[in-house]
């Protein structure tokens, strides 16, 4: 076996382990309010994190990737959909990035 | 085929976008450290993870030992043990072989649209939600690793930030009517920017901060908060 079959081998493995435990193995419903309340806020939570302040340096300059963000948070606020804000934030990207960079 | 599961395929059209260029990045960064291409190609097709994939890469790069890329690879990646748990109260009863199925998928994406649905999926919504962004992260790759010159380079810009665009369409439409949610993201946003600027605290490698970060910050909204009751949160928009 050469050294990155191995190496496709072990990450993927580890990767699917990760993931697998915990949905197949844990079954039973949570009872208590506070565990409740705090799966409820996990998505938030990672959302928040993941994305302030990263989304800031996914472009060629922080000025395009703010206008990008302020874009996708007046669509979003206006329920624009997934798709329509993804792109009208890349399209704020483009044009911003056309007259600075 | 299900109604269900194209209602899944759909939703994950954006994520499947945003995919492709990350994915692309991936495939260009993989060839330049002298991996070939078809290893980046398995890679993705058997992992669907960025950090962990590009840490692996990395590794590989330097010939680290299996056990330091096991190692790292449950680091980086650890987070989907938490993300797995939170979706074991949000799907539908099913099998043990289906769920053994859907757990390859759950990638940040796909576990923010599916644990922030208003109601409980299934199998084939999940299955749907799970197969369009596989597709993206494999082409993705597939094309960075061969073709990316072609690209210009302001739109591979402009795509980076389709992800985030995403992320950003699916907490505020709930933030907005929901207070408790808006407090948790200012309070997730915050300890982000702390932990991303305090030169002690950005030592913490990404995978952990976002570990890290996400405990506290629902630890703390459990506490101060309770969530709107019968979860009636808002259905993002199609």
Request: proline share 3%; net charge positive; with cysteine.
């Amino acid at each position: 076996m050469s050294y990155l079959t191995g190496v496709i081998l072990v990450t993927s493995l580890v990767t699917y382990l990760v993931r697998m435990l915990p949905i197949v193995f844990f079954k039973r419903e949570l009872s208590s309010q506070w565990l409740k309340a705090f799966m409820y806020y996990i998505p938030y939570a990672v959302l928040g994190t993941m994305t302030f302040p990263a989304i800031l340096e996914s472009t060629r300059s922080t000025l395009s990737a703010g206008s990008g963000f302020l874009v996708a948070i007046i669509l979003a606020y206006f329920n624009r959909g997934l798709l329509l804000t993804a792109l009208g934030a890349a399209a704020a990207v483009f044009v911003v990035e056309y007259f600075t960079i | 085929m299900k109604q269900s599961f194209f209602s899944g395929l759909r939703d994950g059209i954006p994520i499947c976008l945003g995919y492709i260029v990350v994915s692309m990045s991936f495939g260009m960064f993989a060839v330049a450290r002298g991996i070939p291409v078809s290893t980046a190609i398995a890679l993705s097709m058997t992992n669907m993870t960025s950090a962990g994939q590009f840490a692996a890469v990395n590794l590989a790069g330097a010939c680290a030992t299996f056990t330091e890329i096991g190692l790292a690879t449950a680091v980086v990646n650890i987070r989907y043990a938490l993300m797995s748990l939170v979706l074991s109260q949000k799907i539908e009863k099913m099998s043990f072989f289906k769920r053994m199925l859907l757990a390859a998928g759950i990638t940040d994406e796909v576990f923010t649209l599916a644990s922030t649905r208003g109601q409980k999926v299934g199998f084939s919504y999940m299955a749907g939600l799970i197969v369009t962004p596989y597709i993206g992260w494999s082409l993705g790759t597939i094309l960075g690793a061969t073709v990316n010159s072609l690209m210009p380079v302001s739109v591979v810009s402009a795509m980076g930030i389709t992800l985030y665009g995403m992320f950003v369409a699916i907490v505020v439409p709930v933030a907005r009517e929901e207070r408790p949610v808006l407090m948790t993201l200012l309070i997730a946003i915050s300890l982000s920017c702390l932990f991303k600027y305090t030169p002690a605290l950005a030592a913490l490698s990404a995978g952990w901060t976002i570990i890290v970060v996400t405990l506290i910050t629902a630890s703390l909204a459990a506490c101060l908060f309770t969530p709107v009751e019968t979860a009636k949160s808002v259905e993002v928009a199609k």
